[in-house]
């Protein structure tokens, strides 16, 4: 009896499993057009980029020479640490777009070795504190020229509005070394997303331009890729994972920067 008793639970759990596999299954091969998600005209997404850091800046007359190039991460020990990005889009083939991620890092570090920031030096065991902090704005519009039930492919083009604020504090000044440096940049680029069913979406998007003119000379790359699923399609609420790769390299007046940001994603979106 024992036996026969353990045989059909063992039964019983099986037949809940093929039950449940078949749900999901039913779920996951739903037609997207049953669920119409590529109707949806609003996206709103709150996620949170952990990149590892690039900044190297320099500024004044000198810039670009190798005792006033500062790589932050290095000379401060600037560690990992995550931001959120906030991202919305708004229509269907014809999409308005805005995103905003601010990277803020504040380190105190021993000078390890001579060199000028703002016109002012700062010798070797120096006690320093830098403050760097880099605002990221995107605003466009992209044309979904191929849109279909299963996904979309289209083209976007933005205006990436960057603002870079970096100080270096010490005992030893009297006053701060800061450079503040703005640079709105146009990108244009390709965008794209697919429906595997009625809950899964992968997607990405390439943008970028180089713009040289006088004094002003930028060269911008920002490039995603991501996982989306919505458990409950209806609701429209699901997490996304991600790579983003935000490369900035410029010279604005005598001011030079290359940054990059450069890491995995996570997060929530919201679709109707």
Same mark, same amino acid.
């Given at each position: 009896?024992?036996?026969?008793?353990?045989?059909?639970?063992?039964?019983?759990?099986?037949?809940?499993?093929?039950?449940?596999? #078949?749900?999901?299954? =039913?779920? $996951? =091969? %739903?037609?997207?057009?049953?669920? @119409?998600?590529?109707?949806? $005209?609003?996206?709103?997404?709150?996620?949170?980029?952990?990149?590892?850091?690039?900044?190297?800046?320099?500024?004044?007359?000198?810039?670009?020479?190798?005792?006033?190039?500062?790589?932050?991460?290095?000379?401060?020990?600037?560690?990992?640490?995550?931001?959120?990005?906030?991202?919305?889009?708004?229509?269907?083939?014809?999409?308005? &777009?805005?995103?905003?991620?601010?990277?803020?890092?504040?380190?105190?570090?021993?000078?390890?070795?001579?060199?000028?920031?703002?016109?002012?030096?700062?010798?070797?065991?120096?006690?320093?504190? @830098?403050?760097?902090?880099?605002?990221?704005?995107?605003?466009?519009?992209?044309?979904?020229?191929?849109?279909?039930?299963?996904?979309?492919?289209?083209?976007?083009?933005?205006?990436?509005?960057?603002?870079?604020?970096?100080?270096?504090?010490?005992?030893?000044?009297?006053? @701060?070394?800061?450079?503040?440096?703005?640079?709105?940049?146009?990108? $244009?680029? !390709?965008?794209? &997303?697919?429906?595997?069913?009625?809950?899964?979406?992968?997607?990405?998007?390439?943008?970028?331009?180089?713009?040289?003119?006088?004094?002003?000379?930028?060269?911008?790359?920002?490039?995603?890729?991501?996982? %989306?699923?919505?458990?409950?399609?209806?609701?429209?609420?699901?997490?996304? !994972?991600?790579?983003?790769?935000? $490369?900035?390299?410029?010279?604005?007046?005598?001011?030079?920067?290359?940054?990059?940001?450069? #890491? @995995?994603?996570?997060?929530?979106?919201?679709?109707?």
């Amino acid at each position: 009896m024992t036996g026969a008793h353990h045989a059909d639970k063992r039964r019983m759990r099986h037949r809940l499993s093929l039950s449940a596999c #078949g749900v999901l299954l =039913a779920l $996951i =091969a %739903t037609p997207a057009a049953a669920q @119409a998600p590529n109707d949806q $005209i609003v996206e709103l997404g709150l996620t949170f980029f952990r990149p590892s850091p690039e900044l190297t800046l320099s500024t004044d007359a000198l810039a670009g020479s190798s005792i006033n190039e500062i790589d932050f991460v290095q000379e401060f020990g600037i560690e990992d640490k995550s931001f959120p990005q906030f991202r919305a889009a708004l229509g269907r083939s014809h999409k308005f &777009r805005v995103s905003y991620v601010k990277f803020s890092y504040d380190q105190d570090a021993v000078i390890r070795r001579t060199f000028t920031f703002q016109g002012r030096t700062f010798t070797i065991n120096t006690p320093a504190t @830098a403050d760097i902090t880099w605002d990221l704005w995107t605003l466009g519009y992209e044309w979904d020229f191929v849109s279909r039930d299963q996904g979309y492919v289209g083209v976007i083009a933005d205006l990436k509005y960057n603002k870079v604020e970096a100080a270096i504090t010490s005992p030893a000044l009297a006053s @701060a070394a800061t450079a503040d440096t703005t640079a709105p940049v146009p990108t $244009i680029g !390709v965008v794209g &997303r697919g429906y595997l069913g009625s809950m899964v979406s992968v997607g990405g998007e390439f943008g970028g331009l180089k713009i040289s003119s006088g004094d002003f000379d930028v060269k911008f790359t920002d490039f995603d890729i991501n996982a %989306t699923i919505i458990p409950f399609p209806r609701i429209g609420i699901g997490a996304q !994972v991600g790579y983003r790769s935000v $490369i900035a390299d410029y010279i604005v007046d005598e001011d030079t920067g290359d940054l990059k940001m450069q #890491g @995995a994603y996570f997060g929530f979106i919201a679709r109707f």
